[in-house]
C-alpha cells in the first residue's frame, strides 16, 4: 500500500484539501470533487473522506477496519466538530453528517448513502423543535435500516400502522430494526456512524452496483470511498448544469431548485422549478415553477421551521444570478460543463458535489459522428447512386465495439470463416471482398453492401444486386446477383468466361458432395479436434506469457476458432436453411404463398436436437430447482446475453443472470420450455403424416417424394444453425480471456474491447495515445446508440440519416411471419431481458430481437413481434418451439406504443394496432 494510501482519510473544508483531487483512485469521485473545490476557496461544507484502500481492507478482512482506522475517524470527527462549531449528536443545534459512497468512477445510485447520521431519541430533549426532530429522526431510523439491514420500505407502512404521529412511527420502525436483525438499534450516534461506513462499504457488492459495474466495464475497480461530511441544513436545494443536457449546443445553464434537502430533487418526490439561462449573460430565457409539496426539510436552528409556499419559486432573481455565477466558477475551476449539487441556508449557498454533466459529451458528439459518417457514406459512392441493407448479424450484434467489429468483420470477408466455407464449395470471391468484406458499419450499426455482396460468388463478373429491387424487396439479398452490369465487363471478362462457367460446374459438384456429408463430416471430423482445442486452452494460464506472445495468441485464437472451426461449424446449418427454402418453395407453388409459408413453419418445428431447446429446458429446470446451477454453468456457461460482443460477460462470469431470469419464468407446468417443445413435435410429426393427404388435394401428389425427402432433410439440419453457434462460443469465451488477460495486464480493463486488433501489439509503447483514443472511441460508440437507423440506407438520401424519424399512425402493417398462430393481446415494449418486470397473461412481447438470454420471458408471453430476424432467427425457432405466433417489423420498439392491444397473425404476416383499447 503506498504512503498516500496508508493515511486512510483526507480532511477537506475551510478552504484547503488534504487529499490530492487528481487521486480519484484513493478519494472516489464524490471526495475528489469536493477536495478540488474546497482546495480552490469555493463554499464546501468541511467533512472528511475515507480512502478506497480501506473498503478493500474491509472486504478482504471479513468485515473489519484496517488498524487505526477508528482512531483516526474519532480524530476526525473531533475535527469536524471544531471546524463547524458543533458536538457530533448532541446539543441544541447538534453536529449531523451524511455519510455517502463515491468510487473512482461513477457509478450514479449504485450505492448506499445515509442523511443526518448522528441523530438518537436522546437529543429530542435538547433540540428546540421536536416535532421537526422526531418527524427528522423517523426519516433517518427509516433509511438506516433500509440501508443497513435491506428491510424493505414497503414493510415499514405496516409496521407503523397504528402509529398516530412521527414519534411513533419512529419507535415502531426501531423494533422492526430490531426484530429482523436480532440486535439493538444504535442508541448512540458513534455506533451509528460506524453501522453507517460498514453499510456504505457493504453497499460495494450489492447487487445494482455488481451489475453496474459488470454492464459499464468497471470490473478493475477496487470499491468505494466514503465521504462522511457536515449536514448542510438546506431551506432550498437542488441541482445547476453549466450546460443544458437537453441541448447541450445551446449554450444554456439549467438550475432546478425545491425546498428542503437536495434528495427530495434527485429522489423525484418533487417537481422542481426550472430555471434556464444564456451562459453568456445570465439572462433568465424560461422560468417554470413546479410543485414542491413533498419537500423534506432537515434539523434546522428552529427559527425558520415554518414551511414556505410550495407553489411558490423557490429562488429570487438575485439569488438565481449568483447561483449561475457560483456554478460558472465551478466549470472554469474544473474545464469542463459540470453539474453542482447546491444548498442554500440563512442565505449562503454551498456546494455540495459537482461533476462533469453526465452525458454531455454524448451528446454532443452525436451530431458530430452523424455528419462524419454522411461525408464518408458520400465520398464512398460518388456520383453513383448505392443502397446498404441492414445485416441479420445486427440481430445478435446490434452496436458492436471496435474489437469486437474488427474480428468479426474478418470472418464475415472472404478470407475470414464466412467467404472460406464459400470458396469450399467452389466459390472465388473477389480480392475486394476478401480484404474488406461485404459488411459496413454505418454509425454504429451493420449493414450489407450489395455493391460488395455481389462480388462474394465469381470474382470478374459482371453482375450486380438492382439497386430498386433492394428497396422493395430486401430479400433479394439472400441469393445471388442476377443483373448484368456492362460497366463491369473489363477487357478480359470474355477470356475468363470459360474458367468462370467451369467454375460453376465444379462449384455445383462440391456443393452438392458437402451437402450430403455436411452432419457426418461435422460430428466426426471438425468436432472431436476442436473440443479437445477448446479443453486444452481453457487450462492455459494465460499469466505465464509475455506480453508479444500473449497478443500472439490471441491472434492464433481467432484463426483457429473463427476461421478454421468457423467456416465448418456454418455448413450443416447453411444446408439446413437451403432445404428449408426448398421446401417453403415447392409448398407454396402447389398451395399458395401464405399456406406454403404456414405448413413449412410447421414441419420445421419441435426439431430434435436443438441446443437452444436443450437450454431452454435446462435454464427453466434451474428456476425450479429441478437442476443445478453448477450442471447449466458447466454446459452453457460460455453463452451470454447479446453474446456476439465480446465485451459482454459470459453467464459463468455473472451467474446472477440466472436468478434473475430465474424470477422472470412462468412457474406453471403446462408453460415449461419441455412440455412446449413436445406440443410443437407432435404438431409437426401430425403435419408429416398429413403430408401426402394435403399435396393430393392440391393435385402435388407427384412431388411427394421430393417435398418429403426436402422436409426431412430440413429436419435434421437446421437444428445445426444453433448447434454450430453453441460450439463456435466455445472457442469464442477463448478470446474473450485472452483479450481481457491483455487490458488486465496493461491496465485498460474492459476498455481493451475499444482498441482495434492491430493495435494490441504497440499498446505498451504507445499506451498514453492509445488511452485517449479509447475514451473517443467510448463516446463515439454512446452516441451512435443515440442515433435513429433505419434499416435501409439510401445514399440518395443522406442528409436525414440518424435523426428521429416519423411514424405514420399505423393500425395495420405488414410483416414477415416467423411463427404459424394468431393471438390479441398487450403489447409490451422491452429492450433488455432484465427490464422485463412483471407481464400480463395475455403479454405480446415487442423489442429488438432476442438471444438466449430472453429464454425465460418466452414462458410468460403468447405472442412475439421483433424488429429484426428471420425464420431461422433464435426468435423465431423458439416461438415455433414455444408454440408463440411470431413476426418480424422494422421499428415496432418505436410505432407500437407499450400497453396498446394488438393482434398478431403469425400465419399471414401481419399486426393490428386495435384503436380505443390501450391498457398500461
Known amino acids: 500500500m503506498s504512503a ?39 463554499p464546501v461544507p468541511p467533512g472528511f473522506t475515507i480512502s478506497i484502500a480501506c473498503c478493500r481492507h474491509y472486504h478482504e478482512h471479513g468485515g473489519r477496519w484496517p488498524e487505526g482506522l477508528e482512531e483516526r475517524v474519532r480524530i476526525y470527527m473531533a475535527r469536524l466538530e471544531r471546524s463547524t462549531g458543533r458536538r457530533f449528536g448532541t446539543g ?160 444554456e445553464l439549467v438550475i432546478e431548485s425545491s425546498y428542503g434537502l437536495g434528495e427530495s430533487v434527485v429522489s423525484g418526490d418533487v417537481t422542481p422549478d426550472r430555471f434556464v439561462l444564456d451562459t453568456g449573460t445570465l439572462e433568465v430565457k424560461e422560468k417554470v415553477i413546479g410543485n414542491k409539496a413533498r419537500a ?30 457560483l456554478a460558472l466558477d465551478v466549470e472554469r475551476h474544473f474545464g469542463f460543463p459540470v453539474d453542482v449539487e447546491w444548498g442554500l441556508e440563512h442565505g449562503r449557498f454551498a456546494l455540495l458535489q459537482a461533476r462533469a454533466v453526465r452525458g454531455l459529451d454524448v451528446a454532443r458528439d452525436a451530431e458530430e459522428g452523424r455528419k462524419e459518417e454522411i461525408a464518408r457514406l458520400r ?41 472460406l466455407m464459400y470458396k469450399d464449395f467452389g466459390y472465388r470471391p473477389s480480392g475486394r471482398v476478401r480484404e474488406e468484406g461485404f459488411l459496413e458499419l454505418i454509425c454504429g450499426r451493420i449493414y450489407t453492401d450489395p455493391d460488395r455482396a455481389s462480388e462474394l460468388f465469381w470474382e470478374g463478373l459482371p453482375v450486380k444486386y438492382d439497386s430498386d429491387e433492394i428497396l422493395e424487396n430486401p430479400a433479394v439479398l439472400e441469393a445471388a446477383p442476377a443483373k448484368f452490369d456492362a460497366a463491369r465487363a473489363d477487357q478480359k471478362f470474355l477470356l475468363r468466361l470459360p474458367a468462370t462457367l467451369w467454375g460453376m460446374i465444379r462449384s455445383r459438384s462440391l456443393t452438392k458432395k458437402a451437402r450430403r456429408e455436411a452432419v457426418r463430416r461435422f460430428r466426426e471430423a471438425v468436432l472431436p479436434p476442436y473440443l479437445e482445442y477448446v479443453r486444452e486452452k481453457r487450462e492455459q494460464d494465460l499469466s505465464e506469457l509475455g506480453t508479444e506472445a500473449l497478443v500472439r495468441e490471441v491472434h492464433d485464437r481467432v484463426a483457429r476458432v473463427m476461421h478454421d472451426f468457423g467456416k465448418e461449424s456454418l455448413k450443416p446449418g447453411y444446408f439446413g436453411g437451403i432445404a428449408r427454402a426448398q421446401l417453403e418453395s415447392g409448398l407454396a407453388q402447389l398451395m399458395g404463398a401464405s399456406e406454403g409459408q404456414r405448413l413449412t413453419q410447421v414441419l420445421t418445428s419441435g426439431l430434435e436436437g436443438n441446443t437452444t431447446v436443450e437450454q431452454n429446458a435446462m435454464q427453466y429446470g434451474v428456476a425450479r430447482g429441478e437442476q443445478s446451477r453448477e450442471a447449466f454453468l458447466e454446459k452453457y456457461g460460455h453463452r451470454a446475453v447479446e453474446e456476439m460482443e465480446l465485451a459482454n460477460p459470459r453467464y459463468r462470469e455473472d451467474p446472477s443472470f440466472l436468478d434473475r431470469m430465474g424470477r422472470a419464468g412462468e412457474p406453471g407446468e403446462e408453460r415449461s420450455p419441455e412440455v412446449l417443445h413436445r406440443k410443437s413435435a407432435r404438431m409437426r410429426e401430425e403435419a408429416m403424416s398429413r403430408l401426402p393427404e394435403l399435396l393430393e388435394e392440391c393435385g402435388g401428389s407427384c412431388f411427394r417424394e421430393g417435398l418429403e425427402s426436402m422436409a426431412k ?67 463515439r460508440w454512446k452516441s451512435q446508440q443515440r442515433l435513429d437507423l433505419p434499416d435501409v440506407v439510401d445514399s440518395a438520401v443522406l442528409d436525414d440519416l440518424g435523426l428521429p424519424r416519423q411514424f405514420p399512425d399505423a393500425g395495420e402493417m405488414d410483416a414477415v411471419p416467423l411463427s404459424a398462430g394468431v393471438f390479441v393481446g398487450t403489447a409490451r415494449i422491452v429492450h433488455h431481458p432484465d427490464e422485463a418486470g412483471d407481464l400480463r397473461k395475455d403479454c405480446v412481447l415487442v423489442c429488438p430481437s432476442t438471444d438466449p438470454s430472453w429464454t425465460a420471458l418466452f414462458t410468460r408471453i403468447k405472442g412475439l413481434v421483433v424488429e429484426r430476424g428471420g425464420v431461422l432467427s433464435h426468435g423465431a425457432i423458439t416461438a415455433r418451439d414455444f408454440g408463440i405466433p411470431a413476426v418480424a417489423c422494422a421499428d415496432v420498439t418505436s410505432i407500437i406504443e407499450d400497453g396498446a392491444r394488438i393482434r398478431v397473425d403469425g400465419d399471414r404476416g401481419h399486426i393490428t394496432i386495435i384503436a380505443e383499447e390501450r391498457d398500461v
Open 4 to 42: 498516500l494510501a496508508r493515511q486512510m482519510i483526507y480532511f477537506f473544508g475551510d478552504k484547503v484539501a488534504e487529499g490530492d483531487p487528481s487521486r480519484k483512485d484513493v478519494l472516489g469521485g464524490k471526495g475528489a470533487s469536493l477536495s478540488a473545490m474546497s482546495a480552490a476557496g469555493l
Open 92 to 251: 441544541k443545534r447538534p453536529l449531523l453528517v451524511s455519510v455517502r459512497s463515491g468510487a473512482a468512477q461513477s457509478m450514479p445510485g449504485m450505492m448506499d448513502t445515509i442523511l443526518n447520521c448522528g441523530l438518537h431519541p436522546a437529543l429530542a430533549d435538547q433540540v428546540a423543535d421536536k416535532g421537526l426532530f422526531w418527524q427528522v429522526y423517523a426519516a433517518f431510523v427509516q433509511q438506516f435500516g433500509n440501508t443497513v439491514a435491506d428491510i424493505p420500505l414497503a414493510d415499514y407502512e405496516g409496521a407503523a400502522s397504528s402509529a398516530s404521529d412521527d414519534r411513533g412511527r419512529a419507535e415502531a420502525w426501531m423494533a422492526l430494526y430490531e426484530r429482523r436483525t436480532g440486535k439493538a438499534f444504535p442508541k448512540t450516534a458513534w455506533d451509528a456512524l460506524k453501522e453507517c461506513v460498514n453499510a456504505v462499504f457493504d453497499s460495494w457488492h450489492n447487487e445494482r452496483a455488481i451489475v453496474y459495474r459488470k454492464s459499464h466495464g468497471l470490473g478493475h475497480l477496487e470499491g468505494t470511498a466514503v465521504t462522511v461530511q457536515a449536514m448542510f441544513n438546506s431551506r432550498v436545494s437542488g441541482i445547476a448544469f453549466t450546460a443544458n443536457p437537453l441541448r447541450p449546443n445551446a449554450n
Open 296 to 325: 423534506v426539510f432537515g434539523l434546522g436552528d428552529g427559527e425558520d421551521a415554518q414551511r414556505p409556499d410550495a407553489q411558490a419559486a423557490s429562488l429570487t432573481d438575485a439569488q438565481i444570478n449568483e447561483l449561475a455565477g
Open 379 to 419: 465520398d464512398a459512392v460518388g456520383d453513383g447512386h448505392r443502397v446498404w441493407i441492414v445485416h441479420n448479424l445486427a440481430e445478435t450484434l446490434p452496436v458492436p465495439r471496435p474489437l469486437t467489429w474488427d474480428i468479426m468483420r474478418e470472418f464475415m470477408s472472404g478470407d475470414g470463416g464466412y467467404g
Open 713 to 779: 432433410e430440413a429436419q435434421e439440419l437446421l437444428p445445426y444453425r444453433e448447434i454450430g453457434k453453441h460450439y463456435l462460443m466455445m472457442g469464442y469465451e477463448l478470446i474473450r480471456l485472452a483479450l481481457l488477460e491483455v487490458g488486465r495486464r496493461l491496465g485498460t480493463g474492459d476498455d481493451v474491447f475499444f482498441l482495434h486488433l492491430d493495435e494490441l501489439g504497440c499498446l505498451e509503447r504507445e499506451r498514453e495515445e492509445l488511452t485517449e483514443r479509447i475514451g473517443k472511441r467510448r463516446v
